[in-house]
């Protein structure tokens, strides 16, 4: 058919007769697709409890029920000591100056002039549970990033332990060395690690902290997450004296939707 052939209707009712038919044929083709509801991000406990699954499938002979009261001690201990661990939200962000993975000074004031920081405290390269947190943290780094947000990562271990993880993990995020405890001071998250947890950590475990810390360092930070907003302002805090509980992405990513706009 050519186009000089092709007529158009003109009276009301073959309109409307057209019109109905195109409606009906909309519900005919079925349903329209869901619109998008955002990035979607890792579910970090999700994976801990799989993780956890998995290790007791496959059974842990290194520690005795012994070893197991020694640590369950020491985390009492720890929870007695900080029973309230972490800053508070509307608390100002101490601001510091960290060492990076390659030895480079980071401040966190640099950081907030680009945007707001996500700010997560972790043990080391040697706990799973950081590590699975870190990973989910690197998935989730382009939905923070959509709201102007960087990712700063602060545990006691020296630099050459967190290049070791930059380069096997490939993260692309700062990772930082509180190599004189201040930070986590500031933050309200340091403890000693109490005797008992040293000596199961190390007979049973094969784990010196002092090899990724230093000489004498038996120190640790309580697990915690913060989103500070461009002011220096903490608008959401996380911080579990239990290891195995972390901030979810999703959690972050809220918060860092609720920050006003610049």
Not at 51 to 68: H, I, N, T, Y
Not at 165 to 193: A, C, H, P, T, W
Not at 218 to 223: A, I, R, T
Request: with cysteine; glycine share 8%; net charge negative.
């Amino acid at each position: 058919m050519s186009l000089a052939a092709v007529t158009l209707p003109t009276d009301r009712g073959t309109i409307m007769q057209r019109s109905v038919l195109w409606v009906l044929g909309l519900f005919l083709l079925g349903p329209f697709p869901a619109a998008a509801e955002g990035p979607q991000l890792p579910d970090l406990s999700d994976r801990i409890e799989a993780f956890q699954e998995q290790r007791a499938a496959e059974g842990d002979s290194k520690l005795s029920p012994a070893d197991r009261k020694a640590l369950d001690r020491a985390m009492a201990q720890v929870r007695a000591e900080l029973p309230d661990p972490g800053l508070a939200v509307g608390d100002e962000a101490p601001e510091f100056t960290l060492p990076n993975a390659f030895g480079e000074p980071v401040s966190l004031a640099d950081q907030l002039a680009q945007g707001p920081v996500v700010l997560t405290f972790y043990r080391g390269a040697w706990c799973p549970y950081c590590n699975l947190e870190l990973k989910a943290l690197q998935e989730s780094l382009s939905a923070f990033r959509d709201h102007g947000a960087s990712v700063l990562a602060v545990s006691p271990q020296k630099p050459g332990k967190s290049l070791e993880q930059v380069r096997e993990d490939g993260f692309s995020f700062e990772i930082l060395s509180d190599l004189d405890n201040r930070v986590m001071k500031g933050y309200r998250l340091f403890f000693r690690v109490p005797e008992g947890m040293v000596r199961v950590y190390r007979e049973k475990l094969g784990l010196d902290l002092a090899d990724y810390n230093g000489d004498g360092r038996y120190v640790l930070p309580v697990p915690a997450t913060f989103v500070i907003d461009r002011e220096g302002v903490i608008r959401a805090a996380f911080a579990k004296v239990d290891y195995n509980k972390r901030m979810e992405p999703a959690a972050i990513l809220e918060a860092l939707r609720q920050l006003p706009k610049p």
